[in-house]
Every structure is written in structure tokens, then in C-alpha cells.
């Protein structure tokens, strides 16, 4: 992904809006953002473009994530038990077009083939604790 | 592995149970693989999904439990490497799953689970970013510049102005979803990775026909001719919308 630090391409910017990049380049259109002037002038036209009520094709795909593998998709991904050209797709959807929930997909499929006893332990610790905290909100949900 | 129907039959996954489904049963036959390979899977709801959410608005704790044991791990996954800092990311991932419970009475069953709880961690997460440093500094770098602002043309039009633009916004995208959606379907059905692949790094990345068919080992000519392919159909779907009386 190298040479995409020297280019910052709209259809990315309208993914930057949505939270929708890999972290690293989340952060290196930041500061591209915050030293140039013109980018940042691109981004408030985008958010203009939006509010006016237009939609573009790149924002729509991405947000609707239609050309998104499945969850099972991913797993088999990283088994390497798909055929080469529906592998070499999902590779180019993470790697290329960085699409950041399949790639938070695809972190949980390896820490849960990987994780050692400890890690699960805590894992399973932590949803405790997210339950507990959630419960009140739970039993009151959809009350007036 | 035997074939079992496909992840689409089981109703609750204990995570565990979950993981091993995900990660064994996608070689299972080609006619399952074929079922969930569609995007209906991704943004149409399963229906044990459905039955899923109707547990927890009847207040269900243990189907509460295991939305929060099958989602954690994808969520917390999202925002870790944004926030960078763990006990951060672990509270956007609470916020996340009580943003859910406030947001479902309105939640539309039509939508996919993952998808909503991936949006509402966005949204959390900006909020915890505009809190932060960051925006602080990209303010100051530029005169005022905030992401969250609404431009001044936006704020200089009256209430029902923009309410009029949000409700063009949501129909023009609903069609866009569905024209787009088949389309894409359409090439899932017949096996054309590349031909998807070169569309998706092209208007989703915003590649040029020469990155795109250095990316993918093919010839200019032919990223060119399936650009020109996918817009002339995209173009002839608008237009029947036109006719069928959609304004876009």
C-alpha cells in the first residue's frame, strides 16, 4: 500500500468520512488533512454534495458493503481452501480496496483459531462484564 | 465435513460452536456454498437472525449474552487499531452494545445485525475521536475545518429544505443498493472474481484502469471494456427507474 501514501483518491475520502479504512491509512489521511489545504477543501465539498442529498456509487458500495465476502467466506480465506480466483478477489477487498469491517472480521477469525487458553479466558471475561453492565439497559429497552 | 444446510439453518451459535461452522463449512458442497455466497446473506438479514432480535426485544438475557459472544470479538477488532489503547476500545465496544439496545425499538429487522452494530460503533467512535486531540489539531490547521460541521450552504437552508434533501438522499441510495446489489450478484452467480474485483478497484478504490490491471495481471482493454460494460448497464437500470417514475 505504499504507493497510495503519495495519492489520496476521492472515493477514499468519502470512506474516510464513514470510518470505513484500515487504521494506518485512517491516520495518514489525517494528517494529509491537516497539511493541505485543498484535501480538506475536498472534504467539506463532499459533506456539502451529501447534505444537498446526493449519493455516490463509492459510498453506497462501501457503506452497504455489497461486494463484501461473508463472514464464512473470510474464514475459509484463511484456511486457503478457496479457489485461486475468489481468493485472489477477497485478498484485492482487503488489501487493495481496505475494506476495514471484513479486516475486523478476519483479525477475530485468527485471534479465535489462535487464541491459547488465557486469551479465551479473557475474552470470556470481558463479554461477562459486558453483559453485566448491558443487563439494565436490556430490561428496559423499548420501555417508555 | 458433512454438509448441514449451511451456516443459514442453525438458529444460536455459542461462539465457539460458531467459529468451527464459520471455518469448516464453506467447503462444504458448491449448491451451499452458492446460497450464502450471495450478497443477499450480507445485506439482507438471515432469518434466525430475525429470530435472534425478536429474543432480545423480549428482553431474552441469554440470547442478549450470545449477541455479545458471537459480535465482541469483530467489534472490538474494528476499533482497537483506531483508538490504539485497549481499555479505550473495550469501552467503544460497551457504548457500542448499549447504543444497540437504545437503537432497538427502531431497528429495521431488514437490516443486517452486523452491519447496524458495525454503524453504531462508527458513530461511537467519532464521537470519541472528535473528543480527542485529533480534531483539535485538524481544526487548528485549518481555520476552523471540523468534519462533524454542517457546510455553511447546509446551515443557511431551512429545516424543511434539509429534511427534503435527507428523503432524496435515502431514496437515491435505496436504488443505488438495489440496482448496485444485483448487478453484483450477477457476477458472484457466475464465478467472475476478477471481473468483480476490477469493478470494486475501480469505483470503490478509485484505481485507474492501468493501477487496476497492473493489480489484477490483466490488459487495460479489458478493465476498459468491463468499465464500460458495468456503467452501460447501470445507466440502462437508471433509466428504467426514470421511466417507472423515480426521480434520481
Redesign the interface.
Given at each position: 500500500m505504499g504507493s497510495q501514501k503519495a495519492e489520496i483518491r476521492l472515493e477514499e475520502l468519502e470512506a474516510f468520512l464513514d470510518e470505513a479504512l484500515p487504521a494506518t491509512r485512517m491516520r495518514e489521511i489525517e494528517e494529509a488533512i491537516r497539511q493541505d489545504r485543498n484535501l480538506a477543501e475536498q472534504l467539506r465539498l463532499i459533506i456539502q454534495r451529501r447534505d444537498s442529498g446526493a449519493v455516490s456509487i463509492a459510498e453506497v458500495w462501501r457503506r452497504h458493503r455489497l461486494s463484501c465476502p461473508t463472514r464464512e467466506t473470510l474464514g475459509a480465506y484463511l484456511l486457503d481452501t478457496l479457489p485461486t480466483e475468489e481468493a485472489r478477489f477477497v485478498r484485492v477487498h482487503l488489501e487493495r480496496v481496505g475494506c476495514r469491517y471484513c479486516l475486523a472480521n478476519l483479525a477475530d477469525l485468527q485471534s479465535r483459531m489462535e487464541a491459547s487458553q488465557e486469551q479465551k479466558e479473557a475474552a470470556q471475561r470481558r463479554c461477562l462484564r459486558y453483559f453485566r453492565s448491558s443487563l439494565h439497559h436490556l430490561t428496559h429497552s423499548g420501555d417508555p | 465435513m458433512l454438509c448441514d444446510g449451511?451456516?443459514t439453518r442453525q438458529v444460536f451459535y455459542p461462539?465457539k460452536l460458531r467459529?468451527i461452522?464459520?471455518?469448516?463449512?464453506?467447503?462444504c458442497c458448491q449448491r451451499h456454498r452458492r446460497n450464502?455466497?450471495s450478497?443477499a446473506?450480507?445485506?439482507r438479514p438471515e432469518q434466525s437472525e430475525q429470530v435472534f432480535i425478536e429474543r432480545?426485544?423480549a428482553?431474552d438475557?441469554a440470547a442478549?449474552?450470545q449477541l455479545?459472544?458471537i459480535y465482541?470479538?469483530?467489534?472490538?477488532?474494528?476499533l482497537e487499531?483506531?483508538v490504539?489503547d485497549r481499555a479505550t476500545a473495550?469501552d467503544l465496544?460497551?457504548e457500542t452494545?448499549?447504543g444497540f439496545?437504545?437503537s432497538?425499538?427502531h431497528f429495521d429487522d431488514s437490516r443486517?445485525l452486523?452491519?447496524w452494530l458495525?454503524a453504531i460503533a462508527?458513530n461511537k467512535?467519532?464521537d470519541h475521536l472528535r473528543r480527542d486531540r485529533?480534531v483539535q489539531?485538524?481544526e487548528a490547521?485549518?481555520e476552523g475545518?471540523e468534519?462533524s460541521?454542517?457546510?455553511v450552504?447546509?446551515r443557511a437552508r431551512g429545516p424543511s429544505t434539509?429534511l427534503?434533501?435527507?428523503?432524496?438522499?435515502t431514496k437515491?441510495?435505496a436504488l443505488?443498493?438495489t440496482i448496485?446489489?444485483e448487478e453484483?450478484d450477477r457476477l458472484r452467480q457466475n464465478?467472475e472474481?476478477?471481473r468483480?474485483?476490477c469493478l470494486?478497484?475501480l469505483?470503490?478504490?478509485?484505481?485507474r484502469n492501468k493501477e487496476a490491471a497492473e493489480?489484477?495481471g490483466i490488459s487495460e482493454q479489458q478493465v476498459a471494456n468491463w468499465k464500460h460494460d458495468f456503467q452501460s448497464r447501470?445507466k440502462r437500470h437508471l433509466e428504467a427507474a426514470r421511466e417507472d417514475g423515480v426521480t434520481f
Open positions: - | 449451511g451456516p461462539g467459529d461452522t464459520e471455518l469448516t463449512v464453506r467447503s450464502y455466497q450478497s446473506v450480507v445485506n432480545i426485544r428482553k438475557p442478549w449474552e455479545i459472544t465482541e470479538g469483530r467489534l472490538l477488532a474494528f487499531p483506531r490504539e473495550e465496544v460497551q452494545f448499549t439496545l437504545r432497538l425499538p443486517s452486523e452491519k458495525f462508527a467512535l467519532k485529533r489539531s485538524i490547521g485549518n475545518y468534519f460541521q454542517i457546510p450552504a447546509a434539509i427534503d434533501s435527507r428523503e432524496r438522499r437515491r441510495e443505488l443498493v448496485l446489489g453484483l464465478d472474481w476478477t468483480l474485483a470494486e478497484l469505483f470503490v478504490g478509485g484505481f493489480i489484477l447501470l
